[in-house]
């Protein structure tokens, strides 16, 4: 149980192109969503918090107009590197919160690796 | 402010032998939740426990220990008889209620490597 996929696994795009990344909650429902951001030999960074069915909320220094995020059901969001570069690669991981386990755990996803080119 | 530190950043072991991971925090609240993770270098974050601040007892699971100690603020993880397949990044976490939203604040992580 608490499983959480995220879809693609690893992408490699061209500078100037968008990428999606998508999250979904296999065996819950999740009414929070998470999008953490991670570089080589660093701890994760939270981007924002997705909340289905409204905005997203995202950290400080984050810019909401590059980053995307859409909550649209209880088992998926989706987030979105628009015109991406170089800078942008890293490794993506989204997380969801099962209200019904333990109201303050997350579960994460398997992460995507994001190499802009 | 809200602050998780690990302040060990590499560990290097001799299988079986056992280790021990230190994770300090800093909270204001008096009703919080730590939590530790595990990161293969597959990248995949692995739940590994959590514990709320009312629930001092320690835990045990199979090679796995959590010592919790509220008076120094401490959340440590030791693993006994380690294994070539412990080796990988160890995050601890802290979630409380002035973190909106049930936020994590990480560590910066300890790499455990377990050599044969």
């Known amino acids: 149980g608490a499983v959480v996929s995220q879809h693609p696994s690893r992408v490699i795009c061209k500078s100037g192109t968008s990428v999606k990344i998508e999250c979904r909650s296999l065996?819950?429902?999740?009414?929070?969503m998470f999008w953490y951001r991670q570089f080589p030999k660093q701890s994760l960074m939270l981007m924002a918090t997705?909340?289905?069915?409204?905005?997203?909320?995202?950290e400080q220094g984050v810019e909401k107009d590059k980053f995307l995020i859409n909550h649209a059901s209880l088992t998926l969001s989706t987030l979105t590197v628009t015109s991406a570069h170089p800078e942008d690669s890293s490794f993506y991981i989204c997380?969801?919160?099962?209200?019904?386990?333990?109201?303050?755990?997350?579960?994460f996803g398997p992460g995507t690796r994001l190499l802009v080119l | 402010a809200q602050k998780v530190t690990q302040a060990q950043t590499e560990i290097s072991v001799v299988e079986k032998e056992d280790v021990t991971l230190d994770c300090v925090y800093e909270?204001?609240?008096?009703?919080?939740?730590l939590f530790w993770y595990k990161q293969p270098p597959s990248g995949e974050l692995v739940f590994l426990i959590r514990?709320?601040?009312?629930?001092?007892q320690n835990e045990i699971s199979g090679r796995y220990s959590w010592n919790f100690q509220k008076s120094t603020s401490s959340f440590n993880f030791t693993i006994t008889a380690s294994q070539v397949v412990d080796s990988a990044v160890y995050f601890c976490?802290?979630?409380?209620?002035?973190?909106?939203?049930?936020?994590?604040?990480f560590g910066q992580g300890t790499e455990l490597s377990v050599k044969p």
């Open positions: 997380s969801a919160r099962d209200g019904n386990r333990g109201r303050e755990t997350q579960y």
């Open positions: 065996d819950f429902q999740a009414t929070t």
């Open positions: 997705s909340n289905e069915g409204s905005k997203a909320t995202y």
């Open positions: 909270t204001r609240d008096t009703t919080y939740y």
């Open positions: 514990r709320n601040s009312f629930d001092e």
């Open positions: 976490a802290l979630s409380d209620r002035y973190n909106q939203g049930g936020k994590l604040i």
